[in-house]
């Protein structure tokens, strides 16, 4: 199959991966995304003047990233050997990775393998392995029935997606018609807002069947043992987050060697709702490491 006419990455198992790269200079950040999220979620990053040279990729299968020859190959580890192909081509040795949701896991697992290629860690809405478990903590749901229902929700995303990805279809215009309304008043236009929208359109056009895949072979991770992880690391939480609970969060940073724990009255889209606090979470992070922009 030959790649289409974008910038990508060959990862070891000889599958294709669009990347993206905001051109900027600074800092190495990867960003290691929510499953199925584009870079457009991080909207402050895309601007090249934003203090960090910022990489990422499009997940396996997803936009136009080749699915793997061998469809087993969507693991954490798999992702794990995309990140890494990605700052291969980026021409990055070390880095910073910013990880959202099981792009967390995803970090992680790349950190354990390769210790030396990571400065540090900015960990937004997720932890290090077993991802089920932290599912529906502030709607009470009993710890013990977490991980079998996030397994049905995950496998049911291929018949609860379309309809979901039709109200977000919607929601993309009507965001883009506000603020161009706004725009008209004087008012700039909000990177929240603007994130909402691309990544509203990026998720509508996903093959849900295969997301559902992807979801649930992520949610296949043993848990892990972090004490490799003796560089520095920031564990952001939302306090409303149905799908990586608030305390859960806050133990996985005390189980870290050298971790800071920030809590924000927020859900899971904590990069949409929070984009200039994360920034200056990463920037704050950037400087506890040994790295110079």
Do not use: K
């Amino acid at each position: 199959m030959s790649a289409p006419a974008v910038p990508g990455a060959v990862s070891r198992d000889g599958t294709w991966v669009r990347t993206w790269d905001n051109g900027g200079s600074g800092y190495p950040v990867v960003i290691s995304n929510g499953m199925g999220a584009p870079p457009s979620a991080w909207p402050l990053l895309a601007d090249p003047d934003c203090g960090v040279h910022a990489v990422s990729w499009y997940h396996r299968g997803l936009d136009v990233s080749e699915r793997p020859d061998d469809v087993d190959r969507i693991s954490v580890e798999d992702h794990a050997a995309d990140l890494a192909a990605v700052m291969d081509a980026a021409g990055m040795e070390r880095a910073i990775l910013v990880g959202w949701s099981l792009g967390v896991n995803v970090a992680f697992a790349f950190a354990r393998d390769h210790p030396g290629r990571v400065a540090g860690i900015l960990a937004v809405g997720g932890r290090a392995g077993d991802p089920f478990p932290i599912l529906f903590g502030p709607t009470g749901v009993l710890r013990e029935w977490r991980e079998p229902l996030g397994r049905v929700g995950a496998w049911a995303l291929r018949w609860v997606g379309p309809p979901v990805a039709a109200a977000a279809a919607m929601v993309a215009p009507v965001l883009d018609t506000f603020q161009a309304f706004a725009a008209l008043g004087g008012v700039p236009p909000a990177p929240g807002l603007t994130a909402t929208s691309a990544a509203a359109r990026e998720f509508a056009a996903h093959p849900w069947t295969w997301y559902s895949q992807l979801v649930l072979a992520a949610g296949e991770q043993e848990p892990m043992d972090t004490s490799f992880a003796t560089f520095p690391v920031t564990v952001v939480a939302g306090v409303l987050d149905n799908l990586a609970a608030n305390d859960d969060l806050r133990r996985a940073a005390r189980d870290l060697p050298d971790a800071r724990f920030v809590s924000l009255l927020g859900g899971h889209f904590l990069p949409l709702q929070y984009p200039a606090r994360l920034h200056r979470e990463l920037l704050d992070l950037a400087a506890r490491t040994d790295l110079r922009p």
